[in-house]
T-cell receptor, first 117, second 112 residues
Framework: DARVTQTPRHKVTEMGQEVTMRCQPI?????VFWYRQTMMQGLELLAY????????DSGMPKDRFSAEMPDATLATLKIQPSEPRDSAVYFC???????????????FGSGTRLTVV | QKEVEQDPGPLSVPEGAIVSLNCTYS??????FMWYRQYSRKGPELLMY????GNKEDGRFTAQVDKSSKYISLFIRDSQPSDSATYLC????????????FGAGTRLFVKA
């Protein structure tokens, strides 16, 4: 089965440190999403890319978060400096558009569980 | 008020029970309605998908959309312990699936 691969699975870091999360989308998918999941807010969309171009990153705190897609096999989400309130599970998801209309939806990775102390 | 409201549960049922999971929404422009299942420590996975109003059945799962009431449901028949997970409703305005809005998720426990 094709899958979205996220690394690292877990990350504990101190406040103020830089954190980089990586995602390998499914080969052939042209749309990549970054979501953050917390108990309080549920799943929140941070940013998404289509054909590697950023389409919307309005969900991200611009001063500390950045998302890039240097090539079709790698998407990154960076937090600098990290803060305790950034503690959450960060999911990457990829999908094929068009194709979503046929119900393919998104395929999510297993997430990066980030703890900022 | 959130665009999509979903009771977080938890919902605990005995094996074999019929489970009803629901979401309400406020934006009448939503056209695409989805249910995702999320096991502990895993990412959500697409379970079912419907377009506009109506029902859709897939094995033990039935999804219903009532756009006039802005209400969607997922029914699970003959529930199994393996159905224990968090179920998230999701909805989207457009064919690209961009800006899909997720509900908070309902935690379901099916007791053997």
């Amino acid at each position: 089965d094709a899958r979205v691969t996220q690394t690292p699975r877990h990350k504990v870091t101190e406040m103020g440190q830089e954190v980089t999360m990586r995602c390998q989308p499914i080969l052939g998918h042209n749309t990549v999403f970054w979501y953050r999941q917390t108990m309080m807010q549920g799943l929140e969309l941070l940013a998404y890319f289509r054909n590697r171009a950023p389409l919307d990153d309005s969900g991200m705190p611009k001063d500390r978060f950045s998302a890039e897609m240097p090539d079709a096999t790698l998407a990154t989400l960076k937090i600098q400096p990290s803060e305790p309130r950034d503690s959450a599970v960060y999911f990457c998801a990829s999908g094929l558009v068009p194709g979503f209309l046929q119900g393919y939806g998104y395929t999510f990775g297993s997430g990066t569980r980030l703890t900022v102390v | 008020q959130k665009e999509v409201e979903q009771d977080p549960g938890p919902l605990s049922v005995p094996e074999g029970a019929i489970v009803s999971l629901n979401c309400t929404y406020s934006n009448s422009a939503f056209q695409y309605f989805m249910w995702y299942r999320q096991y502990s420590r895993k990412g959500p996975e697409l379970l079912m998908y419907t377009y506009s109003s109506g029902n859709k059945e897939d094995g033990r799962f039935t999804a219903q959309v009532d756009k006039s009431s802005k209400y969607i449901s997922l029914f699970i028949r003959d529930s199994q312990p393996s159905d224990s997970a968090t179920y998230l409703c999701a909805m989207s305005l457009d064919t690209g699936g961009f800006k899909t809005i997720f509900g908070a998720g309902t935690r379901l426990f099916v007791k053997a």
